[in-house]
């Protein structure tokens, strides 16, 4: 038997490729629920918040990363809180007062926090499990 009789074919870029589209598949379900769950969580005044909340899906260092949020300044304030009810006591101490667009004045001592966003993470914690052991074993088990 000779040498030549073998070949080693390296399917190694194929099955990359499939494990990023599988990645990238599961990912985007994962994403578009808890965005769906952070703006059934977050309360409403305007609704610029709200309709504001989107998810990326990115290529970081070789990683797929999704990341949900807004771009609104203010979704910060409305997660973590502000004055007096910021979490980890990090707010303003003493309240203070503003003027809003109609000029009237007011006076706060912040804001609760409403953790929208990770409360929609945790709601949905199980399901992400799911949805990415789900994709991924179709995927490489050829089911």
Do not use: C
């Not at 502000?82 to 001592?109: L, P, V």
């Amino acid at each position: 038997m000779s040498d030549s009789s073998f070949k080693f074919v390296s399917n190694k870029s194929k099955v990359l490729a499939q494990m990023d589209a599988a990645v990238e598949r599961a990912m985007t379900m994962v994403l578009e629920i808890i965005k769906s769950t952070a703006k059934s969580n977050v309360s409403v005044n305007t609704g610029q918040l709200r309709n504001n909340i989107d998810y990326q899906l990115k290529s970081m260092n070789g990683k797929v990363v999704g990341i949900v949020g807004s771009p609104e300044q203010y979704a910060i304030y409305v997660e973590f809180g502000t004055g007096e009810f910021a979490e980890n006591g990090s707010g303003r101490k003493g309240g203070w007062a503003y003027q809003d667009a109609g000029g009237d004045w007011h006076f706060t001592w912040g804001q609760k926090p409403q953790s929208f966003m990770r409360k929609a993470f945790r709601q949905n914690k199980q399901q992400v499990k799911e949805i990415l052991s789900r994709e991924l074993g179709t995927t490489f088990k050829g089911a």
